[in-house]
């Protein structure tokens, strides 16, 4: 049967009113193209509207919102999408079976990831790094005691990635792991750890707390280090560290090991996640004015009963991961506690066994940067450091 040109024009404006309004019902406005990598749920729902699905999953915090869309208004068949989000904020998204994922709802697809089965994969490769506190069994409490310190956002100078991170971490592990009392746990935070509140913990909290030659110490530190200008002395920066007044605004190192050994512990143990480089954990300069240093004591002194394991070497810049979300020294170390530092599976892990787990993991993790850091011990490479 022929159709005369006014039946057409009235047929295809009911074709396009249709095809439109599915349009609208899908989701085909520009607006699908504002979706971002770290959105909030609420910013997704206010730019897309509600989805049609909603999956969950509890245990890895993540969520799932489908959304179903008409690449034009001539598709007869809706692109079934999928935003997922872990801990409330986007991390991926993406067409279902597509080739491709971070789309950005225009039909322009990137090439960032293979298929929407990276995202299983990825979070896979995310709970496979994820750290395992929860999972350990607490060791019996002992007779020690840990000074805590993470200065991320500091007052004056470039903040110090993740460090705030690291020793709240940290603290869970020196209370899981090395059995020290939460109450003998004194863990300083950005502007809690400022100059006076650094040395109030050294010479008037920790004395109170150690019994003479039974008393095992830990002290953990995440943040900026810095040599004198003549390279003789190592300095830890507190919070408010001026760069114009680094000799008076900075803590030498040296008062720190003469505090502690004034106590007259049974022993000494420190985690320096700091580098001496002048540099920050992203390899900007620490100070604008900077020249670079010489390090001429390479080789502090501590005393015998004192072990030391930190982060690189003098002239190395100690580095964070965003993927490990930790300070690459800090999240090894704690993973090497876990037990997996534990080389011949006695179910003690020595000084030595926790320098060759991160002498052979932080290069490696560093590599994936195009980065070089290496960890230092100093001290009795036989001493147990975690007993089970």
């Not at 085909?28 to 999953?57: F, H, Q, R, W, Y």
């Not at 996640?273 to 620490?286: K, N, V, W």
């Not at 006695?346 to 940067?369: N, W």
């Amino acid at each position: 049967m022929l159709i005369n040109t006014k039946n057409k024009f009235l047929m295809l404006i009911v074709l396009l009113s249709l095809c439109g309004c599915q349009a609208a019902m899908y989701g085909t406005g520009s607006d699908l193209n504002l979706i971002k990598i770290g959105m909030t749920k609420s910013e997704v729902v206010g730019i897309l509207g509600k989805p049609v699905s909603i999956g969950a999953e509890a245990v890895s915090n993540v969520e799932k919102l489908i959304y179903r869309k008409m690449g034009n208004v001539t598709d007869w068949q809706p692109t079934i999408y999928e935003i997922v989000l872990k801990e409330g904020k986007v991390i991926k998204f993406g067409e279902v079976g597509s080739t491709s994922i971070n789309i950005d709802f225009t039909g322009n697809k990137t090439k960032q990831e293979n298929d929407i089965g990276s995202i299983v994969k990825n979070e896979q490769i995310e709970e496979i790094n994820k750290l395992k506190i929860d999972a350990i069994k607490k060791k019996q409490e002992t007779d020690a005691v840990a000074i805590i310190i993470g200065i991320q956002n500091y007052k004056k100078i470039p903040k110090s990635n993740y460090s705030n991170d690291d020793a709240r971490v940290f603290a869970e592990y020196a209370n899981k792991v090395l059995g020290v009392k939460q109450q003998n746990i004194k863990v300083l935070i950005d502007d809690e750890a400022d100059n006076a509140e650094i040395y109030r913990a050294f010479q008037n909290w920790l004395p109170i707390k150690v019994k003479k030659n039974k008393t095992d110490i830990y002290v953990f530190y995440s943040g900026h280090g810095l040599p004198s200008d003549d390279g003789n002395s190592l300095f830890f920066l507190p919070h408010g560290a001026d760069r114009d007044f680094i000799n008076k605004t900075a803590i030498n190192q040296s008062e720190i090991i003469a505090a502690l050994q004034s106590t007259q512990p049974n022993s000494v143990t420190m985690f320096i996640d700091s580098c001496y480089s002048g540099l920050t954990r992203t390899g900007d300069a620490l100070l604008a004015s900077a020249r670079p240093i010489v390090i001429k004591s390479k080789n502090v002194e501590y005393p015998t009963n004192f072990t030391v394991i930190s982060a690189s070497s003098p002239e190395q810049i100690s580095w964070s991961s965003a993927e490990l979300k930790h300070g690459i020294f800090s999240y090894y170390l704690m993973k090497g506690m876990e037990g997996d530092a534990d080389e011949n599976k006695d179910g003690k892990i020595t000084a030595g066994e926790i320098q060759t787990y991160l002498a052979d993991m932080v290069p490696k993790q560093a590599m994936t940067m195009n980065r070089k850091q290496m960890p230092q011990l100093t001290g009795d490479a036989n001493r147990v450091l975690v007993g089970r």
